[in-house]
């Protein structure tokens, strides 16, 4: 697989949880990352973007000041820390990368369930 989530959990209000996308089979350094999360009879949104080197992050209102963006570009691997969850954090979350080596390559992890309730 090119992305394999994993840290999902069970947490309750107010709690934190920890997530990790490791990557292979492309260049980690040439990849924008994202984090994605899905709801139940709800549309994929976009809830962290970091660029190549980690020097620029970009999230939502819905989760600014509690949602952490991060990556090792050492570790192919990147990371999204969710402090202060609520209920309606309660959601699939999927890791994307979109390639710029020339090949415009996308991809998906098989996302990793997260349930805030108390």
């Known amino acids: 697989s090119k992305l394999v989530e994993s840290g999902g959990g069970l947490a309750q209000p107010g709690g934190s949880l920890g997530l990790s996308c490791a990557a292979s089979?492309?260049?980690?350094?040439?990849?924008?990352m994202r984090w994605y999360r899905q709801a139940p009879g709800k549309e994929r949104e976009q809830v962290a973007f970091?660029?190549?080197?980690?020097?620029?992050?970009e999230y939502p209102d819905a989760v600014q000041g509690r949602f952490t963006i991060s990556r090792d570009n050492e570790k192919n691997t990147v990371y999204l820390q969710l402090n202060s969850l609520k209920l309606e954090d309660t959601a699939i979350y999927y890791c994307?990368?979109?390639?710029?080596?020339?090949?415009?390559?996308?991809?998906w992890g098989q996302g990793t369930q997260v349930t805030v309730s108390s």
């Open positions: 970091i660029s190549f080197t980690g020097a620029r992050t």
């Open positions: 089979g492309f260049t980690f350094s040439t990849a924008m």
């Open positions: 994307n990368a979109r390639l710029y080596d020339g090949s415009g390559g996308t991809y």
